[in-house]
């Protein structure tokens, strides 16, 4: 025992898989500590708000203030507030103004600038250019004066008796606030899903459930397998006739086909997570029944079996002490990959709307759902479902990897 | 004085088939036999002829489609599980892989205890156990002391199968049947196992079945030989009448089909 | 006795097995043999003595974990120890000898008919010749053994193991080598099968199909039928050898003498005479003792022999043993007992 457990660890495939594995669970247990809030609390109002680090304004006028004098601070400010389209449109502009095209650069800022500057005119006759156009150029350049100037802002608040505006803050342009002091600084590193929920609390909590759910449901398939596995494959005759015809029954009927009716049909109510897992686990047995049944078939006519038989002992005592320790290995892989579908099998359920409830916990199958009904593929809003996807991917490809590590240690003929 | 040898097992039309339809296949083709107490029988052929098939429908792991079995002249009934350890009590089996008889999880004190719980020893003191299990290993030239809390793939293969004729002394029962008990063995070992097995005879007058395909070894170890062919027993009488002068045409091919050292041997008709 | 040419001789060799912990376990230590063109050598004793290993290092052609350390191969005065393994597989190996492991039944593809197969090992060493050729070749070769011809357009799942076996001999020798190497070739089989195949193996030596036959077996009675001369191994090394009749008649090694008289027949006369069984276990050849590997196992062990090293006593017309006592004390021994 504890030799096989020396070798199991000296495979590399099983040391990466576990490792990745054991990183995924220590994160997803470890993560809520550290932030406390529940999953679901909706903190955006708004949708799918991009991953970042999101400072409170009102607290950081308040803040502490320094000054600090950054060379390329106002190139920055200016070439972020003029995005891809004002460049093409002021070049647009100033071609049908005159100005060569040669001369326009705009990636140059300063020169784009510059000759804006020194040629726009707002009633400046340009070829095509319709009234609403005009406008947006009357607007740019007015909000490319205000970048220009070095004035500062000033933050008035009202005065609830008077209702003047009274001056409470002057911002300059070099003030800066240290974000450790600032009161409210919120990090999103996958930023919010639709409903304005922290993608990253929530795919910590999803994966929390979703393992559970696999664990439950792997387990569930497992014992039942086990268990029709050794009863038809050990006793034969009529209880293998039996178990076999009900086996090739859930084999006719496509499992999924039958998940999605039996989900269907306990309602959405009364769908929690535990449900779910349960009929996932009742209706995924199949293969691992055949698998167990066929490995028993092979060992019962064993010597050490008929040896056993004519010693006296029992049924039972055989199937536990001459069948069962031979098959271990066999079926801790099987849970490995029940376990493994079990998590694929809810996000199965889940897209299609028929997983646990929506209310109450997420799950990495409802996640995706959710992007996929509020269209973030086609918006473009990958945090919403790629982590998701990495996520699941992850999972099930260090749970493939260890049972792949540990097929090699107890198959020797598969080692490379 | 030869006093008058007692039946101890025979059977009579005894058939296995498998399967069913076209794809049945008779195993073993309605055989009867007779064995005596304290005689050494060989049940010879190649493999196909149902020898093995035989030894476990007499061992009581496989029932008979047809035919009866009679134990000490009474009909056998093993039709229950109780009725089938009282009837282990008295009919034991050695087999031919010694690496393949042994449960590889267990130590090997589990064999050698199985066996006095098997006779009532369930609760007899610890001390009492040991002495018999160092009793057993003694009488196979083994120190229980060294193998004791030993598990299966420390021993080497001719431990293990003097481990199991140690088993057999502890459960001391009637009839053994021996499987191709030293096939697997090396040739140096073999006369040690056969020693062994023949004073278990010599003591406790166990009758003791070979199953086996080597007819030298049939030769050399019965008082009686049986050969087995394709499901039917062809010849049987003692081992120099079925040996050296064979009745039948296929006794005769299977000992013309092994090499001889002794006269020249014919490979003209192969 | 006449001599013939020598058509195979070893020197010295040594080979080793070196694990996968670096680990080495010295497989073939210094044996030399002679075979003579005509004449067949049996390779006899039990599992684990370093039989098959010895057949795999006279083949000259080495897989992992088997390495050539030192010694000599000389086929038919061509020395092919140290070639290039390419250059052993392309023009030794099925033109000069050629090796059948255990089970080499099994070798046989079993999606191929057993003509595709042949076609597949002459071109590989003969790629100029034409599928008629081959199919010629192969159909007079099979024939003049005995075997029919339609056994060419049959899947290996059609036919028996005997017939398999036989098919997979043919194969080996169909380019004529010079010796033939056998492990085993007989054992999985049933006893008639058997027979068979030793009358094709004696029908390839009459017949002059090989020059030389090496067979290789743990069952003596079958090498006192086929081969002329006998080597009994133990724990990698050769104890005895000498003509098959001097060998299982008259042995001189103890345990040579141990392992004649654990020969059973069904003959006359057998069942009056009391086996011998050797007790204990042959040595761990990782570590193997300093004097003689038997010491701990024999009978007449002396102080000695556990810390001289024991070298192989020749002691004439091609008869050599491995022990420090004489002739005439081992026999005097014998008789004694």
Redesign the interface.
């Known amino acids: 025992m504890k030799h096989t457990i020396q070798q199991v660890f000296r495979s590399g495939k099983f040391i990466v898989g576990f490792g990745i594995f054991i990183a995924i669970l220590l994160f997803v247990f470890i993560y809520p500590l550290f932030v406390p809030d529940h999953p679901l609390t909706i903190i955006g109002q708004g949708t799918f708000f991009e991953p970042g680090i999101y400072v409170n304004v009102y607290d950081s006028i308040g803040s502490p203030k320094y000054t600090l004098n950054l060379e390329s601070a106002a190139a920055k400010r200016i070439a972020s507030k003029l995005s891809r389209d004002d460049r093409t449109a002021m070049k647009e502009w100033l071609i049908g103004y005159g100005i060569a095209e040669e001369e326009i650069d705009i990636e140059d800022t300063s020169g784009l600038l510059e000759l804006w500057t020194n040629n726009y005119n707002p009633k400046a006759n340009i070829p095509g250019l319709t009234n609403a156009k005009r406008n947006y150029y009357i607007r740019l350049n007015a909000s490319l004066q205000g970048l220009l100037s070095t004035e500062g802002v000033i933050i008035a608040a009202k005065n609830p008796q008077t209702g003047a505006l009274e001056e409470r803050a002057v911002v300059a342009q070099s003030d800066y606030v240290n974000i450790s002091r600032v009161a409210n600084v919120r990090v999103l590193p996958l930023g919010t899903d639709n409903f304005g929920r922290d993608v990253l609390t929530e795919l910590v909590a999803a994966a929390r459930v979703s393992l559970q759910i696999g664990f439950v449901a792997g387990f569930i398939a497992t014992m039942i397998g086990l268990t029709l596995g050794l009863l038809a494959g050990y006793l034969g005759g009529l209880v293998d006739d039996i178990i076999m015809f009900f086996t090739n029954l859930f084999t006719v009927i496509p499992g999924f086909v039958l998940l999605i009716l039996i989900s269907f049909s306990i309602g959405q109510e009364r769908r929690g997570a535990t449900t779910v897992a349960v009929v996932i686990g009742f209706t995924s047995w199949v293969w691992t029944t055949r698998a167990v049944r066929a490995q028993v078939i092979s060992l019962r006519n064993r010597d050490h079996v008929n040896l056993s038989k004519l010693s006296g002992h029992s049924i039972v005592y055989i199937i536990l002490n001459d069948i069962l320790p031979y098959i271990a290995s066999y079926v801790v892989m099987a849970l490995i990959l029940q376990i493994s579908s079990g998590i694929l099998a809810e996000a199965g359920l889940s897209i299609l709307g028929l997983g646990p409830k929506t209310t109450e916990r997420p799950t990495l199958g409802l996640m995706m759902n959710w992007a996929m009904i509020y269209q973030a593929h086609v918006l473009g809003k990958w945090w919403a479902y790629l982590p998701v996807l990495v996520t699941i991917a992850l999972i099930t490809f260090s749970m493939n990897l260890m049972n792949t590590g540990l097929d090699q240690v107890f198959n020797p003929a598969l080692r490379d | 004085m030869t006093k008058e040898r007692q039946v101890c097992l025979s059977g009579t039309g005894v058939t296995k088939v498998f399967g069913l339809g076209r794809r049945k296949t008779v195993a073993v083709d309605h055989v009867d036999f007779s064995f005596y107490e304290g005689e050494v029988v060989s049940i010879v052929g190649?493999?196909g002829s149902g020898k093995t098939t035989l030894a476990k429908m007499l061992?009581g792991?496989l029932n008979p489609t047809e035919g009866e079995i009679y134990f000490q002249g009474q009909k056998r009934d093993i039709s229950t599980?109780r009725k089938?350890?009282e009837y282990?009590k008295n009919i034991?089996?050695i087999?031919?892989?010694p690496f393949?008889?042994?449960?590889i999880?267990?130590k090997i004190d589990t064999?050698l205890l199985?066996?006095i719980?098997?006779r009532g020893g369930r609760g007899l003191p610890r001390a009492k156990k040991v002495e018999m299990m160092a009793q057993a290993c003694s009488f196979v030239?083994l120190k229980f002391e060294e193998l004791t809390n030993k598990y299966p793939f420390e021993l080497?293969g001719?431990q293990m199968q003097r481990l199991m004729i140690a088993r057999i002394f502890l459960l001391m029962p009637k009839i053994l049947i021996a499987d191709e008990p030293t096939s697997m063995i090396?040739?140096?070992?073999?006369?040690?196992i056969?020693?062994m097995l023949m004073q278990l005879r010599n003591d406790i007058g166990m009758t003791i079945i070979f199953i086996t395909?080597?007819?030298?070894?049939?030769?050399?170890v019965s008082d009686t030989v049986y050969i087995m062919e394709r499901g039917k027993i062809v010849e049987h009488g003692s081992?120099?009448t079925v040996?050296?002068h064979p009745r039948e045409a296929y006794t005769r091919?299977?000992?013309s089909?092994?090499?001889?050292?002794?006269?020249e041997?014919d490979?003209s008709t192969? | 006795m006449e001599m013939g040419k020598t058509i195979l001789e070893v020197n010295e060799l040594t080979t080793r097995y070196i694990t996968r912990f670096g680990e080495s376990v010295y497989a073939v230590d210094h044996v030399s043999l002679k075979v003579e063109e005509g004449k067949s050598l049996g390779i006899a004793g039990e599992s684990g003595c370093g039989k098959s290993t010895l057949a795999l290092s006279l083949m000259g052609y080495y897989f992992a974990p088997l390495h050539y350390m030192s010694g000599e191969i000389i086929i038919d005065g061509q020395n092919i120890s140290g070639m290039d393994p390419d250059e052993v597989r392309k023009s030794i190996l099925g033109r000069e000898i050629a090796y059948i492991p255990q089970a080499a039944m099994n070798a046989l593809n079993p999606t191929q008919k057993v003509l595709s197969f042949i076609e597949d090992v002459i071109q590989a060493h003969d790629p100029y010749r034409t599928k008629k050729e081959i199919y010629e070749l192969a159909k007079g070769f099979f024939e003049s053994l005995g075997l029919p011809a339609e056994v060419l357009h049959k899947y290996p799942v059609e036919l028996s193991g005997g017939m398999k076996q036989r098919t997979v001999i043919a194969t080996a020798v169909i380019l004529f080598p010079k010796v033939l190497i056998a492990d085993e070739p007989s054992s999985a089989l049933d006893v008639t099968s058997q027979k068979m195949v030793i009358k094709m193996l004696r029908n390839l030596m009459e017949d002059g199909f090989i020059k030389s036959l090496i067979f290789i077996t743990h069952e003596l009675p079958l090498l006192y039928n086929v081969t002329d001369d006998i080597m009994v191994m133990y724990a990698g090394q050769i104890v005895e050898k000498g003509t098959a009749r001097e060998v299982v008649f008259d042995p001189l090694h103890p345990y040579a003498k141990g392992l004649m008289g654990s020969i059973i027949v069904p003959e006359e006369g057998v069942r009056s005479v009391k086996l011998t069984a050797i007790p204990g276990v042959p040595p761990n050849l990782k570590k193997p003792p300093m004097g003689c590997r038997f010491a701990d196992r024999c009978k007449y062990v002396m102080p000695e022999c556990r810390v001289t090293s024991v070298g192989l006593r020749d002691i004439g017309g091609g008869r050599a043993y491995r022990c420090l006592l004489s002739e005439e004390e081992l026999r005097r021994a014998y008789k004694h007992d």
């Open positions: 190649e493999s061992l792991l599980h089938k350890r282990w034991q089996a087999f031919q892989d393949a008889s042994y449960n999880f267990n064999v199985d066996c719980h098997m030239n080497s001719g090396d040739a140096c070992s073999r006369a040690t056969l020693d395909h080597d007819i030298g070894l049939a030769y050399y081992a120099d040996i050296l091919r299977l000992i089909d092994v090499p001889k050292i002794y006269e041997w490979l192969v």
